[in-house]
């Protein structure tokens, strides 16, 4: 094989790892965001549970 094909073998490989984890991350990203949006929602209806025990303690 001559220098320039194996060169840009080498590239297009560099590349193609390059891309894979760029896909890799973008899932992981997309993940922790999930995450942190139910982790944000779940505290939400906590501190929904704690007005509304706290509202009927006062009704009762």
Do not use: F, P, V, W
């Not at 942190?36 to 009927?56: A, C, H, I, P």
């Amino acid at each position: 094989m001559d220098r320039k094909l194996e060169k840009r073998l080498a590239i297009t490989r560099e590349l193609m790892e390059n891309a894979k984890k760029r896909i890799d991350l973008s899932y992981e990203l997309e993940q922790n965001l999930e995450n942190l949006g139910l982790q944000r929602r779940m505290k939400q209806l906590d501190l929904e549970n704690k007005l509304l025990k706290k509202q009927n303690n006062k009704l009762a």
